[in-house]
């Protein structure tokens, strides 16, 4: 109940998150039927970045702003064009009213979605913290396809799942307090939704300090009876020490088709750009991939 996402927003670990998030609602909306959008750590939804917090960190200078200003970073080589699906997320970002002269604002998942969503598709965004829910609500209080819930995520799963449309997307993104417990809740939170709603595709975001905090739940997730479940990281420092955050992670359970592909060239093209003391690494992988039977 500490942690507060406008100190964080923008960062390398959100350039991550929100381009991943981007291509899989891309995907969904490839279909002309209807999608739901669950967000079980929702945040207020968007975030100044000339706000206290913000610049307490700066930590949006060496993640958003550097894909948006690779020229300010020369030690990254020359800026070269960025690939299609990341110069769409940046230009939904600079669409955001206030944006119009600048990075001023970055929206969190909520608006990133609610932003290219249609007006069939649905949200549902479910926030614990008092503040947070009242910021959220004031957001979108003139959205009519987006729903705010001020109670735990993990949940409100049972009551949310399977939903009408029944396609759509479920994205887990807590702020890790519990730090390797969390992990043991989000899987048994993932047990319980899988059973109400198997064909639904899950994104969870992790923080990478140490490797050996990670690794049990990618053992889960390979035994978890999904079968398809891709692996996205990005790490811009060695990920052997618990005192800083090394690197961030995305899996997606019931991964969109080809969305290994559609992904490949914007991680390598954004590795370069967020490097800090050394080479930032990337990894796109299958944690489950079973053939179709």
Partial sequence: MNYRHAYHAGNFADVLKHSV??????ALQAKATPFAFVDTHAGSGCYALDSVEAGKTGEYRDGIARLLFPDLHPTNGAAK???PLLRRWL???????GNEHGLKLYPGSPLQVAQTMRET?????CELHPEEAVRLRELFHRDHRVHVHERDGYEALKALLPPKEKRGLVLIDPPYEAQEAEYRVIEKA???ALQRWPTGVFAVWYPIKLRSQVQPFHRWLQHCGVRRVL?????????????RLNGSGMVILNAPWKLD???REPLRAMAPLLSQERPAEWRLDWLVQEAAS
């Fill in 121 to 125: 598709d649905s949200a549902h965004l």
């Fill in 190 to 192: 993932l047990k319980a």
């Fill in 91 to 97: 230009d939904s970002i600079l669409k955001l009213p």
């Fill in 21 to 26: 998030l981007f291509a899989l609602i891309e």
């Fill in 231 to 243: 692996r996205a990281e990005l790490l811009v420092h060695a990920d052997d020490s618990p005192l």
């Fill in 261 to 263: 592909e559609v992904l």
């Fill in 81 to 83: 064009p960025l690939p």
